[in-house]
């Protein structure tokens, strides 16, 4: 409320289309709709999401009628760079995002064919019973339908992602004004990073607002831990973008 006058979820793979809110107090369908059973394995990847969030773009303008025209859009990293990079005069003219809230991705396990199989194999789970996916030091952690919990070495988990995705150079979405994902360090935290004046304001908001609660464990400054973890997980990333082109 203030900051945007429509928030946009992209297309995971089980609405069909984006999930498009532009009643503040209806804001709770995005968390919704991003917590529905196998968000984590249906994720449209890579370059093509970016061409189909920008034909959502497009619908939703046509369709709106210049009603919103100022737009925040909650996505993964494909998502928000989509949107940071579109011409939105050309594709959406006279709307503009407002808003990019980045939620981590550590990528799409591809669904089927050998790359499933041995997914299986390894994990005793299939790509479809995918709940969570983490990353610490040098591990991805896969939490499946039965709660359990498996550890694969990082570069054993990069085979099975979808090709896209490793293209992507960054999993904490920097082009965002506001980063969040699930804390490698804590159990049960995210970590938020502020990347923008927007992202600021935003930040402090929701804590004004009680929408927020903030930890800051005495460790978490740019020289501790978690900073470091997310660090070198992004330069594995990098390397392996550079590797994959």
């Avoid at 050998?114 to 030091?137: D, H, K, N, V």
């Avoid at 498996?150 to 995705?165: G, M, Q, T, V, Y």
């Avoid at 402090?204 to 997310?230: C, F, N, Q, Y």
């Amino acid at each position: 409320d203030g900051f945007a006058d429509a928030a946009i979820l992209p297309d995971y793979g089980r609405q069909g289309a984006a999930l498009i809110v532009t009643d503040p107090e209806e804001v709770g369908e995005l968390r919704r709709a991003w917590a529905t059973r196998g968000r984590s394995f249906f994720v449209n990847a890579g370059l093509e999401a970016n061409f189909d969030f920008l034909l959502e773009l497009e619908r939703f303008a046509r369709q709106d009628g210049g009603n919103h025209p100022r737009i925040a859009v909650a996505g993964k990293p494909c998502h928000v760079y989509a949107a940071r990079r579109a011409n939105m005069e050309r594709i959406a003219p006279g709307y503009e995002v407002r808003l990019a809230l980045g939620l981590f991705c550590y990528g799409n396990v591809q669904p089927l064919g050998s790359t499933a199989m041995r997914f299986r194999e390894l994990t005793g789970l299939s790509p479809t019973e995918i709940r969570g996916i983490t990353a610490t030091a040098g591990l991805v952690r896969v939490v499946g339908s039965d709660r359990r919990t498996i550890e694969l070495p990082l570069d054993k988990f990069a085979s099975f992602l979808h090709r896209s995705c490793l293209k992507c150079v960054d999993f904490t979405v920097p082009w965002a004004d506001l980063s969040l994902g699930e804390s490698p360090q804590v159990e049960g935290f995210d970590v938020a990073i502020v990347r923008t004046e927007a992202g600021e304001k935003l930040f402090h908001r929701a804590l004004d607002t009680g929408r927020l609660r903030v930890w800051s464990p005495p460790w978490m400054t740019p020289e501790g831990d978690i900073p470091k973890i997310l660090a070198d997980l992004t330069a594995v990333k990098r390397a392996v973008a550079t590797l994959d082109r």
